[in-house]
């Protein structure tokens, strides 16, 4: 079983900045490849990132270019930078981490909220 507790989500203005943290721990990090989505109340959750165990990276469309995943297999940790923040990226960020599809797990979530 692994726990996945994310940070970092809060209040930033359009344009702004903020960097998502998730903390694994009761499994072994680098067997996972590891993700973020995002969902917004009555709408499905969606992928935004995704590194996997080797570190390769892909991004859905709408952030390529602002936002950047990455981890650290030292600290059990994968990281989502976000930059140019938009109004419409509010939601609840959620982490992943994916062996099988038996072995998905997800955290709790961290809300994220743009605006002025």
């Known amino acids: 079983q692994v726990q996945l507790v994310e940070s970092g989500g809060g209040l930033v203005q359009p344009g702004g900045s903020l960097r998502l943290s998730c903390a694994a721990s009761?499994?072994?990090?680098?067997?996972?490849?590891m993700s973020w989505h995002r969902q917004v109340p009555g709408q499905q959750r969606e992928l935004v990132a995704r590194?996997?165990?080797?570190?390769?990276?892909d991004y859905a469309d709408s952030v390529k270019g602002r936002f950047t995943i990455s981890r650290d297999n030292t600290k059990n940790t994968v990281y989502l930078q976000m930059d140019s923040l938009k109004f419409e990226e509010t939601a609840v960020y959620y982490c992943?981490?994916?062996?099988?599809?038996?072995?998905?797990?997800w955290g709790q979530g961290t809300q994220v909220t743009v605006s002025s």
């Open positions: 590194i996997t165990r080797g570190s390769a990276t």
């Open positions: 992943n981490a994916y062996f099988t599809s038996r072995l998905t797990f």
């Open positions: 009761g499994g072994i990090f680098g067997l996972y490849d």
